[in-house]
């Protein structure tokens, strides 16, 4: 009698679409009752997906007419077979043990004999992740191009709802988040720390129109990135955000709703605020230099009436704004620090003055006053 030996049971998903494919390989090797592999013969398989135990239930049968190679070898697309019962599309490979049944006539015909059953210790993937089963309450995340995850849900009454955008909350963001982009050739060993325990986290920098700019999660490569899903918000994995125009930028990573958090970008330029203020007013001009990455601010008809000390203040009016100064009269910002006082005032005799400063991405930085 010849008889069927498997040596190999290989179940691997075969690709034949976009779709997921409704088969999986298995190889085999026919041995005749001398032990001699059957070469280049005729023979007939029928294979039956068991569940539950080797004489459990049958789910689904197929049969296969097929010829071996000079080796005796049988490639089988199980799934691809002639259905006898059952529906392969159908089995749930993600509950209970499978087993797989192989009966073998070594004429070619319809006289099957058992030659063995094995258990299926590793299930198709492909095959697996067409059914997902999710517990009270949850759902299923996708993951969009761009990064972006999205939650997709089912009642009890079998309705779906509509996917939403997960985001990324301030629960799972890190305590410590970095800025990279196209302006430092995405090189995330000297990415830049934003400034803040929690949020809002923010950092100053001059960008050139269309740069681009994400975050990670610890400087150097494998950290884990956050991006721009479709809305703006900030997600793991999301996409690049872009800046729209040259200018030296504020970069706020906040909550943009209650539940989801983005990175903003506010283009502005630093300006004078004096500690108080009469008439007649000074007058202010902004420069920036982008080749040496210093403001200059001159400041014209200034006494010690008018406005002898100031501030430097960082972004537009409001709740984020950031007022800079100096604690130790020493040329360098600190944030919320003591105004900064111009040398030589007179009480009677407008002067004018030329501050120079630069501003790093944490709102350090120096200064020098001149009087012009």
């Known amino acids: 009698m010849k008889k069927l030996y498997t040596t190999i049971g290989l179940f691997i998903a075969t690709l034949f679409s976009a779709q997921v494919p409704q088969a999986f390989s298995y190889q085999t090797i026919a041995f005749n009752a001398s032990g001699a592999p059957i070469a280049n013969g005729n023979v007939s398989l029928r294979v039956s997906i068991m569940e539950n135990g080797a004489t459990g239930t049958v789910l689904y049968t197929e049969t296969h007419n097929k010829t071996t190679n000079a080796k005796g070898l049988v490639n089988l697309n199980i799934g691809q077979g002639t259905p006898a019962t059952g529906n392969f599309g159908g089995i749930n490979w993600g509950t209970n043990t499978k087993f797989v049944k192989v009966e073998m006539d070594p004429q070619g015909g319809s006289n099957y004999t058992n ?25 299923i995340t996708l993951v969009s191009p761009n990064g972006t995850n999205y939650t ?26 970095y800025m990279y982009g196209s302006y430092n050739s995405f090189n995330a060993s000297s990415a830049e720390l934003l400034r803040g325990n929690g949020l809002p986290k ?75 203020l009469s008439s007649p007013v000074p007058t202010t001009s902004v420069s920036y230099n982008t080749s040496t990455g210093k403001f200059t601010i001159n400041v014209n008809g200034v006494t010690t009436s008018n406005g002898g000390t100031f501030y430097l203040r960082l972004a537009a009016l409001g709740p984020n704004s950031e007022d800079i100064g100096d604690n130790l009269n020493d ?27 630069n501003i790093n991405f944490d709102a350090t930085g120096t200064y020098t006053i001149t009087q012009i």
């Open 202 to 276: 923010v950092g100053y920098k001059y960008f050139q129109a269309n740069t681009q700019v994400k975050f990670l999660a610890s400087p150097g490569n494998g950290a884990q990135t956050y991006g721009s899903d479709s809305f703006g918000s900030l997600v793991a994995n999301g996409g690049n955000y872009n800046i729209s125009s040259n200018g030296f930028y504020q970069v706020l990573v906040d909550y943009n709703t209650v539940t989801t958090i983005g990175a903003n970008f506010e283009n502005f330029s630093p300006q004078i605020q004096f500690t108080s």
């Open 152 to 177: 997709l849900s089912v009642n009890d009454a079998g309705t779906l709802s509509l996917p939403t955008n997960s985001g990324t909350s301030g629960n799972n963001l890190p305590s410590n988040l």
């Open 331 to 357: 040329g360098s910002f600190d944030i919320n620090g003591d105004p900064i006082t111009f040398p030589n005032l007179s009480p009677t005799i407008p002067k004018n003055y030329k501050i120079e400063f």
């Open 115 to 139: 030659v063995g059953v094995n258990q299926l210790m590793s299930v198709p993937y492909a095959q697996v992740s067409k059914t997902v089963v999710t517990g009270a309450g949850q759902g």
